[in-house]
């Protein structure tokens, strides 16, 4: 039931009384102006109290008949001159049993609410939310920030014109609406200074929780970064760089430290699009000393940072790192070519680590002594330990041999069909092969064929703390289930584009992104987690997980909320992922048993009564 759409009323005294009066207006012509019409006002209604503007209202039989709606409401004329409707209470139905009278039945609301348990219980008393309320509890912008995340979560979506219709149907940590404006008050409000905050609090209650809580397993963080499109002609930091998805638009980067056992976020930060990778592990390193990051963890990252100057960087800066490094070094070729008879040997042989073959290499490296020679010029050098891990997957050598063989072989079919290569079979002929002009006819380079296959099913790892191979290829491993997971919510997150325009909102925009990535992230490693500890796979991905989750409703009314039924498969679920089945809240002062009994007289009234939209607080006179 809708509060009714009342015409413009005008107040006039009479006596102790004051009377509500509906009125015409009409153009005067001589004036120029709109003025009351002559004996166009009629009584609607009065104030039931003497002397008094507000308060209840006790409306004209003629006004009911206009609007016959009225007869089921309380008016009432607040402060600001403005009448808010409620529903006339109802008789009781029984002096001796609880009551939900039907005022208060129609207030209750029905939501989606799972997935939002389950995610919220996951970040519940994490360094991550604690941060964010500390630094953004003021107006409750921390309860905000995380309504917006789970948005981006569960919705798949970047646009924020989206979320009002999203949070009308889903119980959120902030649950009032939040218009357009607001939600982009709240990223401007979200600035530099505070984000640097955020990442302060956050690092400092990491090791505090640590310190609490001593599991003495050691601490793997997965670096990783990538470039976010944009149309906008006005972000300072859009600039044309080497788009990591092919995109001819300008971008803007984005660097992540993520710990890799929960998925927690450990540093985040936004930089010009032109910048490469290579050149932001100094700024980064410089940063993690600032803000106190934990100088135990090790970093890992793959070829993108694992250069020899950002190797030297790590060195300098007393930094851990488990590295991927490309095989063409000239330290690897070295070392593989010493090693290539054991890498060989089934006496290397790991089923353990995916059928891979391993060595490893005690070495060292000579570095720099400083930042400030900027790895330019000669200076005196230190010389480190490192270890240096070399696999060989003899499955995937054999795959490359054979795709390139089969590749090949299109080549010469053509070449006797007299058909005319395209341009990829082109660049295999004249890559692998050579013309013998006295026989006419092509044949295969064999030592181009052989070298390329030489690297191939090779990976080398290097670090200056893992000594066990079969512990660094772990660690790598999941950093790469990092990186899928945030690719995947990169993706499925629609943050390929950027959909701010302006500095001013731009950076509380990739914050509340970045909150909704990690919240995402933990989530896909809290579920990896629970299926390596037995959690029958009953879904195909963790997006129809949530949303398998979100089928669970809560029913919010006066006295507290209540949640449907948990099927026993959503409680297999629960129990793995280590998270409490949602519980009825109840409001002080109602006990468990008055709330079951309210809620059968609840459910009575829902069956019995026309389904009503009423809100409680509908301005209807301006």
Not at 240 to 249: Q, R, S, T
Request: net charge neutral; charged share 30%.
């Amino acid at each position: 039931m809708n509060a009714p759409e009342l015409p413009s009323l005008l107040m006039n005294r009479s006596g102790k009384f004051f009377y509500l009066y509906t009125y015409k207006n009409e153009w005067d012509p001589i004036k120029k102006r709109s003025k009351r019409a002559a004996g166009s006002t009629k009584k609607a209604g009065q104030l039931i109290e003497p002397n008094q503007k507000t308060g209840p209202i006790k409306w004209e039989p003629d006004f009911i008949k206009q609007f016959p709606d009225l007869d089921k409401l309380d008016a009432v004329r607040n402060g600001k001159g403005k009448i808010t409707f409620t529903l006339k209470e109802e008789p009781e139905l029984d002096e001796e049993q609880p009551v939900v009278r039907i005022k208060e039945a129609m207030k209750l609301e029905r939501k989606h609410a799972g997935a939002v348990w389950v995610l919220e219980q996951i970040i519940a008393d994490t360094p991550l939310s604690q941060a964010l309320h500390r630094v953004f509890g003021k107006f409750n912008v921390d309860r905000k920030i995380l309504s917006l995340a789970f948005f981006m979560v569960l919705e798949h979506e970047n646009s924020m014109s989206l979320y009002a219709p999203f949070a009308q149907k889903t119980r959120l940590p902030w649950a009032a609406p939040l218009t357009d404006g607001a939600i982009t008050r709240i990223f401007q409000s979200i600035s530099a200074d505070k984000i640097d905050r955020f990442l302060q609090e956050l690092n400092r209650l990491t090791i505090e929780h640590e310190e609490a809580n001593p599991n003495f397993r050691p601490k793997y963080w997965a670096l990783d970064s990538t470039s976010i499109s944009t149309y906008s002609r006005k972000l300072t930091k859009a600039a044309w760089g080497k788009n990591k998805d092919g995109d001819p638009l300008k971008q803007i980067n984005v660097l992540m430290v993520v710990d890799q056992h929960t998925g927690a976020p450990m540093y985040y930060r936004s930089y010009t699009g032109n910048i490469p990778d290579v050149f932001t592990v100094k700024h980064m390193l410089q940063e993690a000393c600032r803000i106190k990051l934990d100088s135990n963890a090790v970093y890992v990252a793959d070829r993108g940072y694992g250069s020899i100057k950002n190797i030297h960087r790590f060195f300098q800066a007393k930094a851990n790192f488990l590295f991927n490094i490309s095989t063409r070094l000239s330290m690897c070729k070295a070392l593989l070519a010493e090693n290539l008879q054991q890498l060989t040997d089934p006496k290397t042989y790991r089923s353990a680590l995916d059928g891979n073959n391993c060595v490893t290499c005690e070495c060292e490296w000579s570095y720099p002594v400083n930042f400030r020679t900027n790895c330019q010029h000669r200076v005196p050098k230190l010389k480190e330990k490192v270890f240096v891990h070399l696999y060989y997957n003899k499955r995937i050598r054999i795959e490359e041999e054979n795709n390139l063989s089969a590749n090949l072989e299109k080549v010469f079919t053509n070449l006797l069909l007299g058909k005319e290569l395209d341009e990829t079979l082109t660049a295999l002929r004249d890559t692998y092969m050579l013309y013998n002009p006295e026989k006419q006819e092509w044949n295969v380079n064999l030592k181009v064929f052989h070298e390329y296959l030489l690297l191939k099913g090779l990976r080398v790892l290097i670090s200056n703390t893992v000594k066990d191979p079969e512990e660094a290829y772990r660690a790598y491993y999941d950093r790469n289930e990092v990186e899928k997971a945030f690719n995947q919510y990169k993706d499925t997150l629609g943050f390929r584009r950027l959909r701010s325009s302006e500095d001013r909102s731009h950076a509380g925009r990739q914050f509340v992104q970045f909150i909704a990535t990690s919240i995402a992230i933990m989530f896909r490693k809290r579920l990896a987690n629970a299926k390596e500890r037995g959690l029958k796979a009953y879904y195909d991905s963790d997006a129809l997980l949530l949303k398998k989750l979100n089928q669970i409703e809560c029913s919010t009314f006066n006295d507290g909320t209540y949640y449907t039924e948990i099927t026993s498969k959503m409680a297999e679920v629960f129990n793995a992922l280590e998270v409490p089945a949602p519980d009825d809240e109840v409001s002080n002062g109602t006990t468990a048993t008055d709330l079951d009994e309210e809620l059968s007289i609840v459910d009575d009234l829902i069956d019995n009564e026309p389904d009503y939209d009423v809100k409680d607080d509908i301005d209807s006179l301006q």
